[in-house]
């Protein structure tokens, strides 16, 4: 079974500062990995995906997460929050093996101060 | 391209009613899925729908719920006499062949 355990509730960053949002996973297949973004009374948004290919991965809005199996961690990371990244990330895991079916972890509420 | 897209965004029943969520997937997907957020928890499989197929349900209450994806029309989650409990923000994705799923804005469900 596969399962993500999302360390922090909430984070606290001010404007300008790293963000670091931790994510470990437990999966019996090769899994892919997802961060996705839910602002306040809005769907999901995929912010990037790891499916087996480069560790390191890239997202959109100047995010990125690295998949590391030994440590079975695949943390969010960005070098300077913005404001509007004041939102609830969601770490996902699914097996490889082609079928979608998603497990998120509990979220992390992201609050961004001036 | 639009988006998935989900009616109605706001539902309110008094307990007992009927509650019917409608999903209209991506232009292109075929493949359909629910998930539901209950309050301060992340979202929770529920079924995984093909055009006429349920493929996958384990995440589906056994009672009182049902989901369809007809040839034509859109997917429709459909809760019968609902209770307080199910209360939530119930999202629809889709996805053509792929991993990544595209999810809609959702339906907030409010049990009276």
């Known amino acids: 079974a596969q399962s993500v355990t999302q360390l922090d509730s909430h984070v606290s960053v001010s404007e300008g500062t790293p963000v670091l949002l931790r994510c470990n996973y437990s999966?019996?297949?090769?899994?892919?990995l997802f961060w996705y973004v839910q602002h306040p009374n809005k769907g999901l948004q995929l912010l990037l995906k790891?499916?087996?290919?480069?560790?390191l991965v890239k997202g959109i809005n100047g995010f990125e997460a690295e998949f590391k199996k030994s440590e079975t961690s695949f943390h969010l990371t960005k070098p300077s929050a913005h404001m509007s990244d004041a939102a609830e990330y969601f770490c996902v895991v699914t097996p490889g093996t082609g079928f979608q079916k998603l497990v998120f972890g509990t979220g992390t509420r992201l609050l961004v101060s001036p | 391209n639009a988006g998935v897209m989900q009616n109605p965004r706001h539902l309110v029943r008094r307990r007992g009613q009927e509650a019917r969520l409608r999903c209209s997937p991506m232009?292109?997907?075929?493949?359909v899925y629910w998930y539901r957020q209950l309050p301060e928890e992340g979202l929770k499989f529920m079924v995984y729908l093909q055009k006429e197929n349920i493929i996958d349900e384990s995440g589906m209450p056994k009672e009182r719920f049902s989901a369809e994806f007809p040839k034509e029309g859109p997917s429709i989650l459909r809760i019968q006499q609902v209770v307080r409990g199910d209360s939530a923000a119930y999202f629809c994705?889709?996805?053509?062949?792929?991993?990544?799923?595209?999810f809609g804005p959702g339906t907030r469900l409010t049990v009276t």
């Open positions: 232009k292109g997907h075929s493949h």
């Open positions: 994705a889709s996805s053509p062949d792929t991993l990544e799923q595209y």
């Open positions: 999966s019996s297949y090769s899994p892919s």
């Open positions: 790891y499916t087996s290919a480069a560790t």
